[in-house]
């Protein structure tokens, strides 16, 4: 957890800000602060550790010199060793207030800045955590920030009557899984995947679907049942489920993949948002689920957060 040492306002940008008994937050940040407004970085936060790394004089450059909203002190969690460390979709809550990491670091603008200008450095860029607030409410000195990590849930359907009667066994699933785990541990994100092998029914199939978006799965990913036989029942059920079809991904797969090999042009892949899950109806082989997640795994973090959000350009 982490004890808010100061809470701090300044009604103009780019300047340091000044120490108050108390903030109070609603859905455009903290009134009164000039960050307030409709937009990602509303809520900055800034370990006092950086102001120990910096050997300042306490004296001179007092909580709120680098222009952070709150100064905290402690670490967030076992797992988690410094501020810095978040990572977007992490939360911060206290009583009824709950913040929503969008960002770490951001550009310090250098010669000019007031704040660079007094400091000689800032370390902002590299220590502060920028958030948004999902909940508002009251915050002061004292009051402790309880750490929530985002926790991504994903699940894998597998659609072949074959595979669930036992006939062979189904290796596509488990291999998607397989890269989607490696996938969230590259990039550090706590998960939990979910899976499920399903016969080629478009109501069963229909109902499992809208269960895992309605539950807020932030990713859900198919394999199988994407070719022109008559049992091929996915891409139509995925359709009726979708809020927001996003085509390029699997148009551009199916023609570089299809250049080599102009079977791969039949499949009927399909991307897009249903709800604030990101759905991927992908073939049924080892192979194309392999070459597709390779190119999906591109772009799914900027995915990810434009759905969340956040805007990482």
């Not at 999902?134 to 309880?146: A, E, F, Q, V």
């Not at 994100?189 to 399903?198: K, S």
């Not at 996915?234 to 809020?243: A, W």
Request: charged share 25%; glycine share 10%; with cysteine.
């Amino acid at each position: 957890m982490l004890i808010i040492q100061s809470v701090n306002v300044s009604e103009k940008k780019g300047i340091v800000k000044t120490s108050r008994p108390f903030i109070e937050l609603d859905a455009m940040g903290i009134k009164g602060d000039a960050h307030a407004g409709d937009w990602h970085r509303q809520v900055s936060l800034l370990g006092e550790e950086a102001y120990g790394m910096m050997e300042l004089d306490a004296a001179e450059f007092p909580y709120g010199s680098f222009a952070e909203n709150i100064t905290t002190s402690g670490t967030p969690g076992d797992n988690t060793p410094d501020l810095k460390h978040c990572r977007p979709g992490d939360r911060f809550r206290c009583g009824e207030v709950l913040l929503e990491v969008t960002q770490i670091g951001k550009k310090c603008h250098g010669p000019g800045c007031a704040i660079y200008e007094e400091t000689g450095h800032c370390v902002m860029p590299k220590e502060g955590v920028f958030t948004r607030v999902l909940s508002g409410g009251m915050l002061k000195p004292g009051d402790t920030l309880i750490y929530e990590p985002k926790e991504y849930r994903i699940v894998v359907i597998t659609l072949s009557t074959r595979a669930y009667k036992g006939v062979y066994t189904d290796r596509s699933g488990p291999e998607l899984e397989r890269l989607i785990g490696d996938f969230c541990k590259e990039n550090d994100w706590p998960y939990r995947i979910f899976c499920a092998l399903l016969p080629d029914d478009a109501a069963l199939f229909h109902f499992e679907l809208r269960k895992y978006i309605r539950a807020g799965y932030d990713m859900v990913f198919t394999t199988g049942g994407t070719g022109i036989g008559s049992s091929d029942i996915t891409i139509g059920v995925v359709k009726r489920v979708l809020d927001k079809e996003i085509p390029g991904i699997m148009e551009y797969i199916r023609l570089k993949y299809g250049s080599d090999n102009p079977n791969a042009l039949l499949s009927a892949s399909l991307a897009g948002v249903a709800e604030n899950s990101l759905v991927f109806a992908l073939p049924g082989s080892v192979k194309a689920v392999n070459e597709y997640f390779s190119e999906i795994a591109r772009i799914l973090k900027h995915m990810i957060f434009m759905r969340m959000g956040i805007d990482m350009h």
